[in-house]
Antibody
């Protein structure tokens, strides 16, 4: 059974850095990309970026470029998303998801349960 | 960047009725389109990829159609568990992988 299990909720102050994790089980970790998606309270879904666990290469949305780092640890089958210089607008649920499809033409399945990041002074 | 636009924003229908949700891409995405369902407090769940291929576990009452820039998700006969928010997502031109703003399907 494929599962993506994310770390727990975080509360951070403005300007701080948060790092959340996504533990993968049920398939060879290096076989599929991991994507991260942001959902602000009451809002829609926005793609943050991806990592290829096979070689560690990452790709980011322009909106988050320079503040986000997505990585993968093949020794623990875990992907990470680190977001720095936090501001109130970063308050959101962050989901990891497995990218499925040919090359990088990916739809997302399955998804992790989500991690709430709250940025508040 | 490809912009995905969903309509309507909210759809109010009674159980047993047919639901038709639309998704439009700002440029052609062939059939590189997925649909997701998100129930309150839950993560999104894949329903359809390739515009019309049902994911494992997606009930047959869900069907997808379209190509190019116009796509439709149809639910043939609404069940209580279908009331949720639905998102479309394109994966033709990336980055970014872009989503529509969602359609909320509510009980009338």
């Amino acid at each position: 059974d494929v599962q993506l299990v994310q770390s727990g909720a975080e509360v951070k102050k403005p300007g701080a850095t948060v790092k959340i994790s996504c533990k993968v089980s049920g398939y060879p970790f290096i076989d599929y990309y991991i994507h991260w998606v942001q959902q602000a309270p009451g809002k829609g879904l926005e793609w943050v970026g991806l990592v290829d666990p096979g070689d560690g290469e990452s790709l980011y949305a322009e909106k988050f470029q320079g503040r986000v780092t997505i990585s993968a640890d093949t020794s623990t089958d875990t992907a990470y998303m680190e977001l720095s210089s936090l501001r109130s607008e970063d308050t959101a649920v962050y989901y990891c998801a497995t990218g499925i499809g040919e090359l990088q033409d990916h739809w997302f399945d399955p998804w992790g349960q989500g991690t709430l990041v709250t940025v508040s002074s | 960047e490809i912009v995905m636009t969903q309509s309507p924003a909210t759809l109010s229908l009674s159980p047993g009725e047919r639901a038709t949700l639309s998704c439009r891409a700002s440029q052609s995405i062939s059939r590189n389109l997925a649909w997701y369902q998100q129930r309150p407090g839950q993560a999104p769940r894949l329903l359809i990829h390739g515009a019309s291929t049902r994911a494992t576990g997606t009930p047959a009452r869900f069907s997808g159609s379209g190509s190019g820039t116009e796509f439709t998700l149809t639910i043939s006969s609404l069940q209580s568990e279908d009331y949720a928010v639905y998102y479309c997502q394109q994966y033709k031109n990336w980055p970014p992988y872009s989503f529509g703003q969602g359609t909320k399907l509510e009980i009338k």
